[in-house]
């Protein structure tokens, strides 16, 4: 293929490193995104979010000219939409919100012309492809001289710019000759598999890996409440269970965070509730380990105020949803941090891989072992892992939700 202009609109944690990879690889970028600070740090080839190597790609894109970031789209060959697509809250099953795609989509309308690969990467319900293709078709583009497909991202946090090559792509089109386009652009830069299906199909695809995950943590979260009221050590018990040749269970957590296994689930659930009963059982189980864990800081603070006769510190230890990494979206331990500071209890975070927060005041790790009298281990960093013979040392101890104090 041709190296074109790709439009990339949205630069998050998806959207700017598909932008930086795809600029080492010849192609001219346009990087578009609503957030003015992202749009000035990325032109003068920083980055302002954390990952590993995404500087450097970033730096380098930048100053070869191949990567510009702007706050409105500009014309291209090939336009990728990696923006959020969060759930509507309320009573009932949370539903799909896919305003930024839609917004996103009408904000390239103008630019698209015949020949053009318009692609959809954000994690999205079934059907979302389609309605893209109706919006564009509804503002004057002749949607049967372009090619539309979905191509879900399969990244993890802290390897991404290794996964965006290595990992296979799924890719789905509109048309087949949609999927053969967008499949034949992948591979310019993909060392993975392309696979090639229908839209439709792609789109189940990505949600099905993640429910899968979901409902996987939803038996080891619910294993650790079991064990929890045995007087049973979980991690023990589950290294002891995954001996068997044929079990691999998970680790439990404080809940599950992230923008894909706490939300994908969901759009699987809101489109046929009827039939998805196992995927809404594990999303409410892994949802309530969180509130299972503030009980049990609560508790531990009641104790700790008999002990002292003041009012208790509480440290949250990690505030991202997994370790290591700078993501807060959906965080378990955000939640529980910000549900106790509501409350009225003395909450400090210890986050090494933010600066600040908010809500609530962060402070380091050997502050929060001087000064709190309850510690909540909430996500297991390296750096928390370190220090763990520290947490445990006299009366106070700490509450372990990750697995911290068992390695």
Same mark, same amino acid.
């Given at each position: 293929m041709q190296k074109s202009t790709v439009c990339v609109?949205?630069?998050?944690?998806?959207?700017?490193?598909?932008?930086?990879?795809?600029?080492?690889n010849g192609f001219n970028v346009v990087g578009v995104d609503l957030n003015a600070h992202a749009v000035e740090t990325i032109n003068q080839g920083r980055i302002h979010i954390v990952e590993p190597d995404l500087d450097a790609f970033v730096r380098s894109a930048v100053?070869?000219?191949?990567?510009?970031?702007?706050?409105?789209?500009?014309?291209?060959?090939?336009?990728?939409?990696?923006?959020?697509?969060?759930?509507h809250e309320g009573e009932g099953i949370p539903q799909p919100n896919v305003d930024y795609?839609?917004?996103?989509?009408?904000?390239?309308?103008?630019?698209v012309k015949p020949g053009d690969l318009v692609i959809l990467e954000s994690t999205s319900p079934v059907g979302?492809?389609?309605?893209?293709?109706?919006?564009?078709?509804?503002?004057?583009?002749?949607?049967?001289?372009?090619?539309?497909?979905?191509?879900?991202?399969?990244?993890?946090?802290?390897?991404?710019?290794t996964e965006l090559v290595e990992n296979d792509r799924v890719v789905g089109g509109l048309t087949s000759e949609a999927t053969q386009a967008v499949s034949g652009f992948y591979r310019t830069f993909v060392r993975g598999a392309v696979l090639e299906t229908d839209a439709k199909t792609a789109e189940m695809?990505?949600?099905? $890996? +993640?429910?899968?995950?979901?409902?996987?943590?939803?038996?080891? !979260?619910?294993?650790?409440?079991?064990? =929890?009221? @045995?007087? /049973?050590?979980?991690?023990?018990?589950?290294?002891?269970?995954n001996r068997h040749p044929r079990v691999n269970i998970l680790q439990p957590g404080a809940g599950v965070g992230g923008h894909c296994i706490a939300v994908d689930p969901?759009?699987?659930?809101?489109?046929?509730? $009827? +039939?998805?009963?196992?995927?809404?059982?594990?999303?409410?189980? !892994?949802?309530?380990?969180?509130?299972? =864990?503030? @009980?049990? /800081?609560?508790i531990a603070v009641a104790d700790a105020s008999a002990r002292t006769g003041r009012k208790p510190k509480v440290a949250c230890l990690g505030l991202a949803f997994k370790p290591?990494?700078?993501?807060?979206?959906?965080?378990?331990?955000?939640?529980?941090?910000?549900?106790?500071?509501?409350?009225g209890y003395d909450v400090v975070a210890v986050e090494p891989n933010i600066e600040s927060h908010e809500r609530f005041p962060l402070v380091t790790l050997e502050v929060a072992l001087k000064t709190a009298d309850v510690l909540a281990v909430l996500v297991k960093h390296r750096s928390f892992l370190d220090?763990?013979?520290?947490?445990?040392?006299?009366?106070?101890?700490?509450?372990?939700?990750?697995?911290?104090?068992?390695?």
């Open positions: 609109v949205g630069l998050g944690y998806i959207g700017l490193p598909t932008a930086a990879l795809l600029a080492s100053a070869a000219g191949r990567l510009k970031a702007y706050a409105k789209p500009e014309a291209a060959d090939i336009y990728m939409i990696c923006v959020p697509t969060p759930f795609v839609l917004s996103a989509t009408r904000s390239i309308a103008e630019f979302t492809t389609q309605q893209m293709a109706d919006m564009l078709a509804q503002a004057g583009v002749d949607v049967a001289k372009i090619h539309v497909a979905y191509c879900p991202e399969r990244v993890l946090p802290g390897k991404i710019m695809c990505k949600l099905t $890996e +993640n429910s899968f995950r979901d409902v996987n943590i939803a038996f080891a !979260n619910e294993l650790s409440l079991i064990c =929890a009221k @045995e007087g /049973i050590n979980v991690w023990n018990l589950i290294q002891l269970a969901w759009f699987i659930v809101a489109r046929d509730p $009827e +039939n998805a009963r196992l995927i809404r059982t594990a999303r409410e189980v !892994n949802n309530h380990k969180t509130v299972w =864990a503030i @009980e049990q /800081i609560k290591d990494i700078d993501d807060l979206r959906e965080s378990p331990a955000v939640h529980i941090a910000e549900a106790l500071f509501s409350q220090a763990a013979a520290k947490m445990a040392l006299g009366e106070r101890g700490a509450l372990d939700f990750c697995g911290v104090l068992t390695d």
